[in-house]
């Protein structure tokens, strides 16, 4: 069982940057998959990135390509967003999420992870 806390959202203007932090408890999170997900008012949750089970492959959606990046810490304990350029369509709820061991799937949907937190609130203001 992974355990997965959220921190680092809050209120930030447009063009700013927020880094958000995802820890794991319960076990590491080496060899599993890990990704960002954010989800609007009235909309679905929607993939935003995500790093493959060794780390080595990070993907984006196309709308945070080149001003989001994924990353982990060497202990393979908390995994990061950073987001910067904001947008006001940035704004959402972000929930980090691991998959199983050595999953080789795309990891692009919600489907495709069994541990979610529970969620950080990102605001961002023109």
């Known amino acids: 069982q992974v355990q997965l806390v959220e921190s680092g959202g809050g209120l930030v203007q447009a063009g700013g940057s927020l880094r958000l932090s995802c820890t794991a408890s319960?076990?590491?999170?080496?060899?599993?998959?890990v990704g960002w997900f954010r989800q609007a008012p009235g909309k679905e949750r929607d993939f935003v990135a995500r790093?493959?089970?060794?780390?080595?492959?990070?993907r984006y959606a196309d709308s945070v390509k080149g001003r989001f990046t994924i990353s982990m810490d060497n202990a393979k304990i908390t995994v990061y967003l950073q987001m910067n350029s904001l947008k006001t369509e940035d704004t959402a709820v972000y929930y980090c999420?691991?998959?199983?061991?050595?999953?080789?799937?795309?990891?692009?949907?919600?489907?495709?992870?069994?541990?979610w937190g529970q969620g950080t609130q990102v605001t961002v203001s023109s």
């Open positions: 999420a691991a998959g199983r061991p050595y999953y080789r799937g795309n990891s692009y949907t919600t489907g495709e992870y069994d541990y």
């Open positions: 319960g076990r590491t999170l080496s060899s599993l998959p």
């Open positions: 790093l493959s089970w060794s780390s080595a492959t990070p």
